[in-house]
């Protein structure tokens, strides 16, 4: 039996995973997305990453998210991708900074908007 | 900088060889002020409780005694030609029981003997009504109105900028390291090249023990002792208007309760002999001084706290300053040992060790363009009024930039080149980051800015010199791959 | 003297708080709203909070602080009524309406205002209001600071770290610094809990295995010039460490999140009243201070964990202020709520018994299945933590028998 904490919303649930034969048995969670969540986080854990990348002559920099949770085991490798990235100004807010981050299918989005000086 | 040859050459840049280095600047001399750290101030003295004696705690007969007396007369005068910040407050010391009263009086005619007119004896009622915050129980007091306060670097700023702006060149990062007597003075070798000088004066602080020794002089023991002092809000302005004392220890003045000059109050110091310099404060320092104010002013309260400091005095083992020619060469002076009243008596002992400059032969000539004023621009002190027109001026001091003591991004500018280098420079001369958040909102602009001015990279940047870097460098690199996204995502 | 220039509301503050009021009164009707806001540019601290967890209640969506705050930035340009005044830092605040503002455009203007509301957010707690003895060395730096040094103006503070503090500020930090390859030894909480999201403390700590000590402390700083280590140490339940137990952690960098403080010198300017607990101006349920006219939302009030109760609550303020500006006098019984068991805070401090009415409530301490009680209304709560907001929405049937104190407390619960 697994006890884990749900990170889908603020609440943090606390959900039993319990693995019978060949199914999951999940207790504790609030709402639907919780089970979602157990499941995944047993068998395949998953996060979104939040970083930052520099924008070429400006001294801001640019605030990114991956568009949907990545294998959590790939976060340190799409660091180093991200840390590599130059952007050019203007960005807009949801832009695509890079496409298919690490080999995860997941695209690499603007969170804000950076204008040109 | 290889200056060939100069008159006096100033080791340390504190109150003494800054207080000093404005006096010679009234002379047709070559001076030289040099100081091993990042700024001028940043030894002992940024540490100072600021308090301007009025003379009565010293020994008749001591240096101290004739200085601090002769000093905290010249105060006035000087603040409103230097544009420094001081406030002659008075100063009140007071007696915690009926049998302090015998000590009170004796600290009285020890006061008259040493040429303090001024000294009002007080009752408990009396002190009620100077001071409503007090403690109700304190049996009676001493008001000594020549007292004040000042904010010891600001002051130390102003000397140095005055005596700058009067022809003294000042080297920071300098420090002495080997001296050598020769038949028309001396050889100065510092981490910065070497220096000729005539007259040598050691106002070395910590070190003047050290820096003696460079010309064979080991007759100068200096030793630290640590005084912490804990800072509370400045909402609290005008719970007390006069420094208040107890009566004095033997080792020293006491903790006090402080109005400083800006408003905060400030508590302490503590009296403690320390080993390596150590400059750290402590919880039982903070117990000791919390115990003891509170039974001077019983309001005050930890949860006004914003921050705290400790400082080290240089004390010397003959219990008065050692202001005299070395007995190794007459032309090398020794002013060390300068613990309390050292600030107070600073004025008064340039003056001093100028006569004894004079003694060794040197011609003084008094300068005809010899300029005693200087003043900075400080927003927060503007009627707005003033403050409209400095903006008209320069619209960079209309971009408040630390929110808590209102300084403005033209004030920082200003700081940076009026010598400030590092952060602690800037804060110091401009009091960003001394209010409520400590630097919390106003720091990463202040960072940007001294990048700016002083073309430094992100490591570079320094809170007060060589090895106090604030940051490591830029989280990225500024080589990497350029990618241009055209697509845009819809949510 | 400045020049002086009517209008009828300024909202102080660009951040969620003034965004949302400023424009839930100009849907509310205002027709000449001043928004001032000090940074170059609008949204507050969410400019600098680009983790997510924002807006799941609000939108039903999790964003990040930056795309949160665009929401409403966005929509300030469907209100023409409203005037943004970037770079402008408020010097002074009068009871008597009079804003005096300086940016350098204008040089010092001062606005002569109707209403006002107060939404200028909060400051963090420095090292020296929590008296860690030890040396002043570089290196230490409070979370939101070392926040803005590495999300906004791109620096690596430092490469060894230690974080004082385990609310969300604390823990999101702690990962973010990790992200970026600091070395974050350990995250250390005073009390014996932490006060952040259960959350944050799987996606910042569990994640990256980072320790958390709880019951544990500062005890010294060392380092000369730059921090080279701190001294930790366990604590009794009084909080005081245990020396005997001192041991080392070596850094070079301390980050501090040990509280943060509504920012109400320009409230105490205007003799605006206080609450002791919250720091936060006294507020009705229409978010009115102390001194008519002058409203108040979001941090500054009080420190709220989710930034989606600011702007419910912004929109009432600036409901709340139209009406003021428009002249709709409300003529509604006042009481006030009386904090009873295991209450430290409720915002707002009174209430007008009419409609409904959201409130705000902090434990003082941690509980399991209680009962919020609120006059005659009842809540359960499963589970009650100090750190999470409890939102109890105040029923008319709830408060209108009682004369002028409503008790709230939590009761019947067991101690975690």
Redesign the interface.
Known sequence: MTELTCIVCPIGCRIRVNEEFETLNITGNRCPRGAVYAKNEIIAPKRILTAVVKVAGINEMLSVKTSEDIPKEKIFTAMQEIKKIIVDHPVKIGQVIKRNLVGTNVDLVATKNISSP | MYLPQVDVLIIGAGIVGAALARELSRYELEVLLIDKEADVSFGTSKANSGIVHSGIHDQPGTLKAMLSVKGCKLYPEMAAQLGFLYKQNGALVVARSTDEMGALEELCHNGHANGVNNIDLLTKEDLGKLESNLAQDLAGGVLVPSGGIVVPFDLVFALTENAIANGVKLMVNTEAQMISIGKEGFLVNTNRGAIRTKTIVNAAGLYGGKVAAMIGDDSIMIYPRKGEE??LDR?LEGLVYRTVFPLPSKVSKGILVIPTVDGNIMLGPTAQRVKNHD?????S??NQIYSEVKTLVPTLN?TD?????AGLRAVANTGDFIVSPSPISTRFINAVGIESPGLTAAPAMAKYITDLIRETGLSLKLKREFNPERSIVRMRDLS??E??AM??KD??Y???VC??E?VSEGEIRDALHRGATT?DGVKLRTRSGMG??????C??KI??IISEELGLA?DEI????????????????ET??????E????? | MPRTIRTDLVVIGGGPAGLTAAISAAESGVKNIILIERQSKLGGILSQCIHNGFGLRYFNQELTGPEYAQRFIDELTSFPQIEVKLNTMVIQLGSNHRVVTVNDLEGLVCYQATAIILAMGCRERPRGAINIPGTRPAGIYTAGTIQHLMNIDGYLPGKEAVVLGSGDIGLIMARRLTLEGVRVRAVLELMAYSNGLNRNIVQCLEDYEIPLFLSHTVTKIYGDKRIQGVKAAPVDENHNPILERVFTLLCDTLVLSVGLIPENELSLMAGIGLDPTTKGPLVDSSYQTTVSGIFACGNVVHVHDLVDDVSEESKVTGRAAAAYVLGQKTLMRQVKFKIGRNIRSIVPQSLFIDGQTTIYIRAEYPETDAILKVGKGKARQRVVSPGETIRYLVKPEDVHDYNEFVPVSIEGGESS
């Open positions: 804990y800072l909402k400059s750290s404060t402590t919880i320092g903070w930890p706290l914003i921050t705290a400091f707005q009024t403050q409209a903006i008209r619209p960079a209309a971009r408040i929110r808590c209102m952060l409520r958040c400590q630097g919390g909102f720091t990463p960072i940007r992100p320094t809170k007060k010199g060589l090895g106090s870097q604030l940051l490591y460098g830029w989280l990225r690199d990497g791959s350029c990618i241009r996204e697509e845009e995502l819809h949510a």
